[in-house]
């Protein structure tokens, strides 16, 4: 249906290290959003993807609009310490006449060892 | 600080308390979420607020009651909770005419209900 699988679930890194994670769903989204939760907080935006193909980036973080519109991934170059915690992905389905209905990934939870 | 506002931060209640959760925003937005949040399951939507009118309602327990009052602000109104019922709650805002649905999230509120 519209469910999002995140993947990896866990990931155990060094520092230093470049992180690579992505989402993928059988259905079409109109944006992908990837957000990340640090302990005890909400979930913070990182990035926001708007048109399939797109390219972004803030910062180490990398995000892209998968071109058939049923994916994206987020990397994060050379990991540091604050980059440990959950991120999530998030898209929008258009359900009918405008409506829209964000639908969040399973999350990853990034563990970096120093 | 990321605009979205929520108190209190923790609660422990029993499962016979009434309890409300707060929910306070100042970014301009006109719809309000509740989400739960529960150990290595996605993020559930629970209700939205559409200027002020509930546009939806997940199928949650009527143990659950919200209530806004304004577009400003929202309240989880708790009583007679089971011990499953223990997790994050989450609060969000949004612009909903932006073209894309962003979500600006609180920091959460942590029940536990015992």
């Known amino acids: 249906g519209q469910q999002l699988n995140q993947s990896p679930q866990s990931m155990f890194i060094q520092e230093g290290e470049d992180v690579s994670m992505n989402c993928t769903s059988s259905s079409i989204f109109n944006t992908w959003l990837w957000y990340k939760q640090d302990p005890g907080e909400g979930p913070v935006l990182l990035i926001a993807?708007?048109?399939?193909?797109e390219l972004t980036s803030n910062g180490r973080l990398t995000a892209q609009f998968g071109i058939t519109r049923k994916d994206s991934f987020l990397n994060i170059s050379a990991s540091i310490p604050s980059d440990v915690g959950i991120y999530f992905c998030?898209?929008?389905?258009?359900?009918?006449?405008?409506?829209?209905?964000?639908?969040f990934g399973q999350g990853t939870r990034l563990t970096i060892n120093p | 600080e990321t605009g979205v506002t929520q108190t209190p931060r923790h609660l422990v209640m029993g499962m016979t308390n009434k309890k409300s959760l707060k929910c306070e925003q100042h970014?301009?937005?006109?719809?309000m979420y509740w989400y739960k949040q529960s150990a290595k399951k996605p993020l559930e939507l629970m209700f939205v607020?559409?200027?002020?009118?509930?546009?939806e309602n997940n199928s949650v327990p009527s143990r659950f009651s919200p209530e806004c009052p304004n577009s400003s602000h929202l309240f989880l109104h708790l009583h007679t909770l089971q011990p499953e019922d223990s997790a994050l709650y989450l609060c969000?805002?949004?612009?909903?005419?932006?073209?894309?649905?962003?979500?600006?999230f609180g920091a959460g509120s942590r029940l536990t209900v015992l």
């Open positions: 969000a805002s949004s612009l909903r005419e932006a073209g894309a649905n962003v979500l600006t």
């Open positions: 993807l708007y048109k399939a193909g």
């Open positions: 607020y559409n200027f002020k009118e509930q546009t």
């Open positions: 998030a898209g929008h389905l258009l359900i009918i006449q405008g409506a829209q209905k964000l639908v």
């Open positions: 970014l301009g937005h006109n719809a």
